[in-house]
């Protein structure tokens, strides 16, 4: 019977000896083994270095180089801002040199593009074989905007500050100049913290109030943008606007509608009874006070005048010369003489 004991049993430890004999035929054996190792890893760079290499000149030859790739069409969306000279001016194309197309980084022309500001988004894509294909969006301007110190008979002009609907200023560039001739002026308040800067988005609540303004006179006119000279707000509480004909209209920062309408029907009655308003407060609904230009001339009235056509002269006799009758001839005698002068 085999008895069972708690005590561990181990087995004996070995000592193994571990010997290393170099000799010159091993030594050569692993110097063989690096060497073919290391040629095999530099067949294998010399191999990729050769394909990068044929890559790239055949992409050369291929498409960098060939003068079917080379640039010959601008294609432009129709807008109001810049045209295809523009576009390339703006990316830094060179149109006399001819660039090939894939030389052209579509991308960063959109990003040169969107630096302009006035536009609002640009693309840019390749067409082949020889186009490049751009798409912007321009800013649609709401509006001048000038400072509280600015001669305003100077604010519309080339370069002068337009505003879009989102509140960014941008300069006015030729092409709008023409069209924007009509827009009112935005007149803001000076600001240390937020000067008027080109490109940036305005965030000012007086720049709210005036587009509001703006927004309920269009409604009650599509012809409101012709007739208002500027906007501003002149205080907490109330804002001005002043016509083209100078009338100058005190509005409240809320009811616009109810105000707008109330302004059209004061004009449209100063222009039936040939006066002019110097001043209106529109801020009452009632009895809405009023001041009356002291030089203001009734326009002239067309007075109607009778023309009398002009009377034909009678006609006058014209006296003819006639042969006098020899002595002794008579007048039956004259005429036969000459009826044979005839035959």
Not at 96 to 106: E, M, R
Not at 130 to 156: C, E, F, H, Y
Not at 288 to 302: E, G, S, V
Not at 315 to 337: C, F, L, Y
Request: aromatic share 6%.
């Amino acid at each position: 019977m085999k008895r069972h004991t708690t005590r561990s049993r181990r087995p004996p430890r070995l000592s193994v000896l571990q010997a290393r004999v170099h000799t010159p035929r091993s030594f050569w054996f692993s110097f063989k083994k690096v060497t073919w190792r290391l040629f095999q890893l530099a067949c294998l760079i010399a191999g990729i270095d050769g394909g990068v290499w044929v890559y790239r000149y055949g992409s050369q030859k291929l498409f960098y180089q060939n003068p079917q790739f080379r640039l010959q069409v601008i294609t432009l969306n129709p807008n109001p801002v810049i045209d295809e000279r523009g576009v390339a001016a703006a990316a830094g194309i060179d149109l006399q040199a001819g660039p090939n197309l894939f030389a052209i980084d579509a991308k960063e022309v959109a990003r040169k593009l969107r630096l302009l500001p006035a536009i609002a988004t640009a693309t840019a894509e390749r067409h082949l074989p020889d186009t490049l294909a751009v798409n912007v969006t321009p800013r649609l301007p709401k509006a001048w905007i000038s400072g509280p110190t600015a001669d305003l008979t100077n604010v519309r002009r080339e370069g002068g500050m337009l505003v879009d609907a989102d509140g960014v200023a941008y300069p006015c560039p030729l092409v709008l100049l023409k069209s924007c001739a009509t827009l009112p002026i935005i007149v803001v308040p000076a600001s240390g913290s937020q000067p008027l800067s080109t490109g940036g988005k305005i965030e000012r609540p007086e720049v709210g109030h005036c587009f509001q303004l703006l927004d309920a006179a269009r409604a009650a006119d599509p012809d409101a943008l012709q007739w208002i000279e500027s906007v501003r707000q002149v205080n907490d509480w109330s804002m001005l606007l002043v016509t083209r004909h100078g009338t100058a209209a005190t509005f409240g920062l809320g009811d616009h509608a109810r105000q707008m309408a109330s302004l059209r029907a004061a004009l449209d009655h100063a222009s039936e009874k040939c006066y002019v308003i110097a001043t209106i407060n529109l801020i009452p609904k009632y009895n809405i006070p009023i001041t009356l230009r002291d030089d203001a001339a009734p326009p002239p009235r067309a007075i109607l005048v009778s023309i009398k056509e002009p009377v034909a002269p009678p006609p006058r006799a014209i006296p003819v010369a006639t042969k006098e009758a020899a002595p002794g001839e008579t007048r039956r005698s004259r005429d036969q003489k000459n009826i044979l002068k005839r035959n």
